[in-house]
């Protein structure tokens, strides 16, 4: 399975876009990109995930480059509540389901 | 309301007492799984189950038992517990038809172990 490498913290204004970057230059064709938060030892959420197109849904969106070695998930209006760790893992489409998690991303949300 | 459950939420238990986290979940999934979260570490796999009757072990699966009696459950046991697996444990569901699926997670148990 494909590592990532995310940078460890990152600082967002409250109503600014939050554009959290995340380097899987290791993945193969049949690997997926799925991006989850966890606020503050909560159990993780799922946000978004995308094979090689861009995606949107109601949370964020998730921008995959053409070679698909990385990839940015985008807040586009950050609140005090997206405060938590976000992180970018890459996932076999076959059997296992098994998720590697790194170390992620803390973005904080400033007011 | 879809959800993943666990019970207890908090556990203090001394080492050698036999306890079990239960887990269930209500969206008819066929995968579940269960993770550690340790400082530092991050999340990692203990066991996953396909389907009922069909588990196996992930990445620390040392010390620990499952089972998957029913589609919705899936407990974890550990026998012997020893003051190494004082953790915050998680469990998972997804579906398992094609995919990959989103997995949902559980609120989380924090295990202490003395």
């Known amino acids: 399975d494909a590592k990532t490498t995310q940078p460890t913290s990152m600082d967002c204004a409250e109503g600014r876009a939050a554009n959290l970057p995340c380097n899987h230059s290791t993945i193969s064709g049949n690997e997926y990109v799925y991006w989850y938060r966890q606020i503050h030892s909560q159990g993780p959420q799922y946000i978004i995930h995308?094979?090689?197109?861009?995606e949107t849904n109601e949370m964020a969106s998730l921008i995959i480059t053409e070679d698909r070695k990385s990839s940015t998930l985008i807040l586009p209006h950050a609140t005090l509540r997206d405060t938590a760790v976000y992180y970018c893992?890459?996932?076999?489409?076959?059997?296992?389901?098994?998720?590697?998690w790194g170390l992620g991303t803390s973005l904080a949300v400033n007011p | 309301e879809a959800q993943v459950t666990q019970n207890p939420r908090y556990l203090i238990t001394v080492t050698g007492k036999k306890l079990t986290v239960t887990c269930s979940q209500n969206?008819?999934?066929?995968?579940m799984s269960w993770y550690r979260q340790d400082p530092g570490l991050g999340l990692r796999q203990i066991y996953y189950s396909m389907n009922v009757e069909v588990t196996d072990k992930g990445d620390v699966p040392e010390g620990y038992k499952v089972s998957r009696k029913e589609k919705r459950n899936f407990p974890l046991i550990l026998e012997s517990p020893s003051p190494n697996q004082t953790s915050l444990y998680f469990c998972?569901?997804?579906?398992?038809?094609?995919?990959?699926?989103?997995?949902?997670f559980g609120p989380g148990t924090r295990l202490t172990v003395t």
């Open positions: 893992i890459v996932v076999n489409a076959g059997n296992n389901r098994k998720l590697i």
């Open positions: 995308g094979l090689k197109n861009n």
């Open positions: 998972a569901s997804s579906s398992a038809v094609g995919g990959p699926y989103e997995q949902y």
């Open positions: 969206m008819n999934h066929e995968y």
